[in-house]
């Protein structure tokens, strides 16, 4: 028997049911991981739009990036959280579309930026002499604005089209959050039209800006091996392995869920490469980005020591506001 999708009024985010011993310490895990990645990537954005020495393209990618990363952790990791304590791990049926989409939209949009990233340190090192002219602030918005937009057709696409189609009896996603292998697999009748877009989405909006990255890294590393001095090669490479190691991180596990052929799915495997892709990359990103980075520290810094400054001069105003409270009318 089958339901046609108007009939569907919510699903059921399986998770981690299968292990409710550890559903309180998985809680306890992501709930930290969540509020480091909050805190880590608002400090980028703060830092990089208060320091006017951050005020350059590589940074501006950077706080675009936290911008995104903020984004699809916050549409997944929330509702995660609720269901790890809540016996009802249910989300409504436009709950769960609204999530797919975001997700997938912001996920494609990374895929670009990471592109943009590779491409910017492409300038800066293979014609330091042209970066100004190349990475101007128009080219810069130009960038960000195409990486933002490139997955909404193709992703907003695949979303109406999985959620526009009749689903079977059982509710269950087998999943933490409602991804497209997990939500495919709910789906009655034939699938195939859902399998090629997902393919072209994967050819689109990650092959090819993971093409572009490895171009890049090419010519980075030709142009690092002629520059004589150690200490000039190591300060070039050490610029871009924090984004090469990323990149490795999330285009690995993200492919190895997408690119992988129907009989060899295992949503169970599957749950866990996602965390991979959707939980640790926003998490580590302040750290081997910018934390790392000497002129991010000093802002950083520069941040800390101002805020200090105003907690110290508030604190001692509300002193002298109390002290002349208490002196007697003359």
Known sequence: MRKNHSMVNNFLLLGFSNMPGLEALFFTVFLTIYLLTLTGNSLIIIVTLTDQTLHSPMYFFLRNLSYLEIGYTSVIIPQMLENLLSENKTISFLGCAFQMGIFLVTGAAECYILAAMAYDRYVAICQPLHYPLIMSSQVCYELVAASWLAGVPVQLGQTVLVFTSDFCDSKEINHFFCDIPAMVNLICGDTSINELLAQVEVALLAVIPFAL??????????????????????????????????????????????????????????????????????????????????????????????????????????????????????
């Open 213 to 330: 990255i490895l171009m890049s890294y090419v010519c980075i590393a030709c142009t690092i091996l002629k520059i004589p001095s150690v200490e000039g090669r190591h300060k070039a490479f050490s610029t871009c392995s924090s984004h090469l190691m990323v990149v490795v991180v999330f285009y690995g596990s993200g492919m190895a869920v997408y690119l992988k052929p129907k009989s060899s799915h295992s949503l169970e495997m599957d749950k866990f490469l996602s965390l991979f892709y959707t939980i640790l990359p926003p998490l580590i990103n302040p750290l081997i980005y910018t934390l790392r980075n000497k002129e991010v520290k000093e802002a950083l810094g520069k941040v800390l020591v101002l805020l200090h400054l105003q907690e110290t001069n508030k604190h001692r105003k509300n002193g002298n506001n109390r002290t002349l409270g208490h002196i007697p009318a003359q």
